[in-house]
């Protein structure tokens, strides 16, 4: 199983940046897929879950309302859509895979892309 995370980079605060996240080795389709992020210093925190068909989503609190979780499966790809950008957004931020609908657990994860907030 591989994830690839892309679409990281710089932006300003207030800015907006899409990733994507293209998985193979796995039938896309029969996997929930989550966001992820890790700031330095700090714990890995949940940012948001898609289950298998898209119909439902679940967001961290904060960044409810500024993010977006979206997935192709004929694409067998997720994307998070990331807008009002804060400084505190700074992070390597990780997709991931797993059969059950989660915050925490997850089987398969991908490399990581860094985005970089500035103020």
């Known amino acids: 199983v591989q994830l690839q995370a892309s679409g990281g980079g710089l932006v300003q605060a207030g800015g907006s940046l899409g990733l994507s996240c293209a998985a193979s080795?796995?039938?896309?389709?029969?996997?929930?897929m989550g966001w992820f992020r890790q700031a330095p210093g700090k714990d890995r925190e949940f940012m948001a879950v898609?289950?298998?068909?898209?119909?439902?989503?679940y967001y961290a609190d904060s960044v409810k309302g500024r993010f977006t979780i979206s997935r192709d499966n004929a694409k067998n790809t997720v994307y998070l859509q990331m807008n009002s950008l804060k400084p505190e957004d700074t992070a390597v931020y990780y997709c991931?895979?797993?059969?059950?609908?989660?915050?925490?657990?997850?089987?398969?994860w991908g490399q990581g892309t860094q985005v970089t907030v500035s103020s």
């Open positions: 991931a895979a797993d059969r059950l609908f989660s915050t925490t657990q997850y089987a398969f």
């Open positions: 080795g796995l039938t896309f389709s029969r996997y929930t």
């Open positions: 898609i289950s298998r068909s898209g119909d439902s989503t």
